[in-house]
């Protein structure tokens, strides 16, 4: 009865030892979708899902871990959404619907004033915002472009304190629209 005690407290300790290398190594590629016109190198196997926003259909191309993978990452995703009939070529309505599109946005994550600047990502206009609770464990950032009548939306959500900017940077300069 004793080795028996024994024993199962040897097997905890050794699979308690081992849980921490059982961590899933998150592998990268790159992602084209054709339908939705864009390509970006993230982690593999993201899910792609619908949403509705008013009459707005948003699409989401989502990479989440896996419980075993949560030690940097909480997500990496590309949205889109289409303006039919939107010319940009007027720089008051591009800058309106940029504007507007992001800070729609950061009502997701506060309803605090966060700043957005205006970027070029990949050379399409747009803008973006960085944003981290002060108790929180986390920072998330937005860049948003758009090309055409589409916005794109790419979002990182990453835990503070983690060498976190090189895969950030990999995901954000990777975007290219196809033509």
Known sequence: MIMRSLQNVVVACVAFCLLPSCKEKTTWSEYTSKDAGFTVFMPTH??????K???????YVTWKPTTFALDKFK???VSYTDYPGFVNSDSVRLNALLDSSINTRK???TELDVDSEPITLNGYPGRAFMYQTDRGNTITIVKECLVGSRVYDLTVIAKKDYPTNDEM?????SFQVLR
């Open 169 to 173: 940077n990999k995901f954000f300069n």
């Open 107 to 109: 009502k997701d994550f």
């Open 46 to 51: 993201p899910a792609r899902t619908d949403g």
């Open 53 to 59: 926003v008013g009459k707005q259909t948003i699409h």
């Open 75 to 77: 997500l990496f995703q």
